[in-house]
C-alpha cells in the first residue's frame, strides 16, 4: 500500500478535477450539464455527493486480472491508460483515474491485450470459461459477441455481485437495459467507463466550406437541427443539389463532386435503419422480448433511407472501413461523409476545408429526437462466472465507472472533442445532442442470432435490389423471427 499522503494527493487531484454530480431520472449516464470540467470552487459541491459504495473498502493488494481488447479500432488506451504520464490532457485523466482507483480499494491492476476478431469474441470466452481456467476477474471486449454467452449465462450477473450501484452517475442504465434478454438481469456492463461505447457512436460529418460554396451559411444546417427539421428527406435534398461532374465525362463516378458518400451498401446501413423510431419488439409481462414490428412506420423510414442511398447525390460505391472513404471525404469533394463514428474525428483533423458534424436524421418531423447508433461491435464489460474474486471484479468496475464519470469523460469532451476537433461553437453542441440520443439496441446486437436477422435484412435485402417496399422481406422473416425469440428465451431460462 502506498503512503497516505500519496493517496490524499490523488483523492485531492480527483476532487478538483470533477463537478458536482447531480442525477436524474432512470439513466445515470453522464448528462451534457455535467461534462464540464471542474474548478477548486467545486470541491465543497463534491465533496457533498452520497457516498459511493466502495468506500471504504480494502482488498489487500488484490491483482485484478483484466482480458483486454486490444485491436486497431478498440479504445483500450483510454481504459489501461499509459505506464505512466504524457502531456496528452486525456491520457494523463485516464493514468491519474487507474492510479486513484487501485490506492483506493488496495488492489494492482494486470491487463492482458487481446486482438480477436468481432466473430470470435463469443467461441473465446466461451473457451475460457468451459474450461474451467480462473484467468480473468473483468473482460472488455465487443457487445456483439459477449451477448452470445450472456445468454448462455457464462457471465455473472451483476444483481449477484455485492459492489455495484446502477444510481451512481456515468452508469448507462437504459442501455443495459435494453442490452438484457430478460428485464431486470443484466450481464452486459455499459458505462463512462467503457468508452469503446462513445467512440463508436454513429455520426455525419460535414464539409462546411464546400456547404457554404453551394448553400450560403454553413450553421443554418446547425439551425436545422436544433429546430428538429432535420430528416432524411432533407438530406436527401441537400446531397442531389451538391452533385458536380467534376471531370465532365456525363458519368457519375468517384472523381465527381457527391453530397452524401456513404461505404457501400452492407453495414452502412446501421445508423440509418436502426435510428428511426419505428417500434420493433416490446417485452411481455416477465420481461422477455417479442417481435411487435411496426411495419407502415418502418415502411415510411425505407423509403426515405432509400431516397438517400439512391438519389443523384449520392456515391456508395467505396469501402465501409476503407481509406478510400475517408480520402474522398478529405480531398474536399464531398459534402456529407456516412460510416463514421465520433473516434474518426482523428482521420480529419489535417483535412484544409472546414468540417462540422450533426447526428443523423429523424425520419420525419414527427420523431421525437435524434437517436444515435452505437456499432454492434463496440466493446463493453462483464464478470466471466469461472472467477472466485466476482465481488472484487464488481467494486474494481464500479469504482472505475464513478471516476471515469468524473474526471475522465469531462476531459475528453471538453478537450479532446471540443476544442482539439471541432472548428466551431456549433459543433459542440451537435455532440451534446449526439451523445444524448445514445441508446441501446436489443435489435441490432441480437437479431442476428436470435430473430432470423429480421431488423436489419427486411430494409436491406430490398435496398439491394432497389426495390419499392420491404413488406415481401419481412414477411419472408417473420415466422423464424418469432421462433427466434422464442428459442432465445427457452436457451436463456434452460441455462442455470
Known sequence: MKSYLKTAALILALLIAISAVSCGGTDTKSSVSELTEASPDDQTAAETEKPSITDGLDFKGAEVRFSMSNTDISSAEFLEGPEDQTGDMVLDAVWQRNLYVQEKLNVNFKYTDTDVSWSS??????????????????????????????????????????????????????????????????????????????RRSHLLYYNRTLFENIYGDPDSLYSEVINNTWTFDRLAELAAGAYSDLNGDGKSDKNDQFGLIIGGIGGSIFPYVYSGDYKAISRDEDGFPYLDFDLERAQTLYEKVYNCFYGIGTFTKLNENGVDLHE????????????????????????????????????????????????????????????????????????????????????????????????????????????????????????????????TWTFLQPLKDKGDSISAEYAKRESAAKEGLLKLRVTYESNS
Open 121 to 198: 469474441v463469443a467461441d473465446y470466452v466461451r473457451k475460457m470459461v468451459l474450461s474451467g481456467t480462473d484467468d480473468f476477474d473483468i473482460i472488455v471486449n465487443d457487445q456483439r459477441g459477449l451477448s452470445t454467452v450472456g445468454v448462455e449465462k457464462l457471465l455473472r450477473k451483476a444483481q449477484d455481485c455485492e459492489y455495484f450501484d446502477f444510481t451512481t452517475q456515468g452508469w448507462w442504465l437504459s442501455y443495459m437495459e435494453d442490452l438484457s434478454v430478460k428485464s431486470g438481469e443484466t450481464y452486459l456492463l455499459v458505462g463512462d467507463y467503457f468508452m469503446d461505447v462513445l
Open 328 to 455: 474522398k471525404f478529405i480531398s474536399g469533394t464531398a459534402l456529407f461523409i456516412s460510416t463514421a463514428e465520433i473516434a474518426n474525428f482523428e482521420n480529419f483533423r489535417a483535412m484544409e476545408n472546414d468540417i462540422g458534424l450533426v447526428p443523423y436524421p429523424k425520419t420525419d418531423e414527427t420523431q421525437p429526437s435524434y437517436n444515435t447508433v452505437v456499432h454492434d461491435t463496440a466493446e463493453i464489460g462483464c464478470i466471466p462466472i469461472t472467477t472466485q474474486e466476482y465481488n472484487i471484479a464488481s467494486a474494481v468496475i464500479q469504482a472505475l465507472n464513478e471516476a471515469t464519470a468524473k474526471s475522465v469523460t469531462p476531459v475528453y469532451y471538453e478537450n479532446a472533442l471540443k476544442i482539439k476537433y471541432v472548428r466551431d461553437e456549433y459543433s459542440a453542441q451537435m455532440i451534446d445532442l449526439i451523445h444524448d440520443g445514445i441508446n441501446g439496441q436489443f435489435t441490432l446486437i441480437y437479431g442476428g442470432e436470435w430473430a432470423n436477422d429480421i431488423f
